[in-house]
Nanobody
């Protein structure tokens, strides 16, 4: 059974930083895509940053480029999202998600069958 466990959310002032973690278990594919998504109240879930193991391609939403960095520690089966210079508009529930196999489109939520439970990020102004 594939399980993703996200953590690291919290309340932070604008301009601050947070690091989200996603621990993955039960996932055996060497060819995969994994990433971070978020959903703000009243809005659709959107991709924040994703990475493909097939070709090393990474995706960042335009709104987070230069502020957020995705990384992973394969030995710990953990995915990270370092979020700097946070803005109130970054407030959302953040989810990690994964899929086995290659996808040419990293940012489409429907291509990810495995999801974590979400961790809430609140950025105050």
């Amino acid at each position: 059974e594939v399980q993703l466990q996200a953590s690291g959310g919290g309340l932070v002032q604008a301009g601050g930083s947070l690091r989200l973690s996603c621990t993955v278990s039960g996932f055996t594919s060497d060819d995969y895509a994994i990433g971070w998504f978020r959903q703000a109240p009243g809005k659709e879930r959107e991709a924040v940053s994703c990475i493909s193991s097939s070709d090393g391609t990474t995706y960042y939403a335009d709104s987070v480029k230069g502020r957020f960095t995705i990384s992973s520690d394969d030995a710990k089966n953990t995915l990270y999202l370092q979020m700097n210079s946070l803005k109130p508009e970054d407030t959302a529930v953040y989810y990690c998600a994964a899929r086995a196999g290659y996808t040419p489109v990293l940012f489409t939520t429907s291509r990810y069958p495995f999801w974590g439970q979400g961790t809430e990020v609140t950025v105050s102004s």
